[in-house]
């Protein structure tokens, strides 16, 4: 037994995977998993068995979208950047008091199983046959969640586009509301915040060896899965299908430019370096901007959450309110009373909204709701919703319902932007410790 246990010192030393028992009454030894430290992301670990289960992960999924996988070195060293990434923004939403109940769990599994056809008892199957856990799905989940509500804290709820910002997009893209759409891929190479010239150029140097991959033949969802820093990267650079006005602006410019087929030259952005393929484009011919519009008279209540007052409590209030008025009680009197809004002196009243005007959750649920109808409480990156739809109509809306759009287009692109950026920085800051090379 001692032998044994020096075996097992020995194993966990020197960063072995696996170490040989011989177990009373067997004569054959058997194989146990040993767990070893790849990275150190500030005081917490990535373990070497979690990089494992991510790079089977993802060679499943790309397996069943036909892309070609880089070499394995490539992928293991890009799969642990992702999970250091991941990691530090989970500790930023745990320091932050975030939160993700088993209620909102429990509702986002159910919306992924409808949204599949399948109850949540033939969704927990259908992972169960592809060899996926539903414990580790659940926290995948609760972890996905987390992140999206960090990221609406921390960017999305920070972005304002002015009338100005509007007006300019409009006189400056005529061709964005077309109908015009584009597949295209990109590469990045990141370059890290406050960088050195040498760092810059030592980027400038590796996209210069990318494109003379390029230019020789060589497939560009292959080089892309290989070389670039961009969350898609994996899946060949790929962003599907976008019209003009849902393209970052800087590829918005070159690809009106492009033939299907052809690749930009090096592109700078504040994050890096970029690469664009035009894959293909499709319709145009039509001014996609209607005529006809219709618009929501909405009015609302919001709770804004804090240190003291969690989703779960805040959800609860809204509920109470929610049964005071399907009881009689008057919906503006209680927004007055209660909201956290600046509408909450006009009764909650949000005015006639048009698309694009709200954040997405608050027009989901607001579309989903007949007029005076009150929808249950809703979350968004401000707080917790309670929405009451008071009327809709149709109106001649052309100009409206461009600028709608350019607000929207707009608030995507500053989005984007804005969140790789606060990535790259939170990626700086984040003290890193690699011991995937060591022995």
């Known amino acids: 037994m001692n032998q044994i246990l020096s075996r097992t010192r020995v194993a966990l030393a020197i960063g072995l995977v696996t170490a040989t028992f011989a177990l009373p009454g067997h004569a054959a030894p058997r194989a146990v998993e040993v767990d070893r430290i790849v990275a150190v992301v500030n005081n917490e670990v990535v373990t ?9 992960q993802t060679k499943r999924q790309l397996g069943r979208q036909g892309v070609q996988l880089p070499p394995d070195d490539v992928l293991e060293r890009q799969l642990l950047e992702r999970l250091i990434v991941e990691r530090a923004q989970l500790q930023l939403a745990h320091e932050s008091s975030l939160r993700v109940d088993d209620a909102t769990l429990e509702r986002a599994i159910e919306r992924i199983a409808g949204n599949n056809k399948l109850s949540v008892e033939q969704l927990r199957a259908t992972l169960d046959k592809d060899g996926i856990a539903w414990s580790r799905f659940r926290d995948e989940i609760r972890t996905e969640i987390l992140l999206t509500r960090l990221r609406e804290r921390e960017v999305d709820s920070r972005i304002v586009v002015t009338d100005a910002e509007i007006d300019n997009f409009i006189a400056n893209n005529p061709d964005a509301f077309s109908g015009q759409e584009f597949a295209l891929a990109h590469i990045l190479l990141r370059t890290p915040e406050s960088a050195t010239p040498q760092q810059v150029e030592a980027v400038a140097r590796r996209a210069e060896q990318v494109m003379a991959r390029l230019r020789s033949g060589e497939d560009f969802a292959r080089v892309a899965a290989e070389v670039s820093d961009a969350p898609d990267g994996l899946q060949g650079g790929n962003l599907g299908w976008r019209p003009l006005d849902r393209l970052p602006a800087l590829f918005a410019d070159v690809a009106r430019r492009m033939q299907p087929g052809e690749t930009s030259q090096v592109l700078r952005s504040a994050a890096g370096l970029h690469i664009v393929r035009l894959l293909d484009r499709r319709g145009g011919g039509a001014d996609a901007a209607v005529q006809k519009l219709e618009q929501t008279r909405a009015r609302h209540i919001l709770i804004k959450t804090s240190e003291v007052l969690s989703d779960a409590d805040a959800e609860a209030r809204l509920l109470v309110t929610r049964e005071r008025v399907v009881n009689g009680a008057d919906f503006g009197e209680l927004a007055k009373a209660s909201s956290a809004d600046l509408s909450a002196a006009k009764g909650g009243d949000l005015g006639w909204l048009n698309p694009g005007d709200t954040v997405p959750e608050f027009e989901r649920a607001m579309n989903a709701l007949q007029p005076g109808e009150v929808s249950l409480p809703v979350r968004s990156p401000f707080g917790w919703h309670l929405i009451q739809v008071v009327e809709r109509r149709v109106q001649d809306v052309t100009d409206e319902r ?38």
Request: glycine content about 0%; aromatic content about 8%.
């Open 402 to 439: 461009k600028r709608a759009a350019a607000r929207q287009a707009l608030r995507e692109r500053k989005a984007d932007q804005a969140y790789e950026d606060w990535v790259r920085q939170l990626r700086d800051s984040t003290y890193v410790d690699y011991r995937l090379e060591r022995e």
């Open 48 to 56: 070497a068995l979690q990089l494992r289960a991510r790079i089977d």
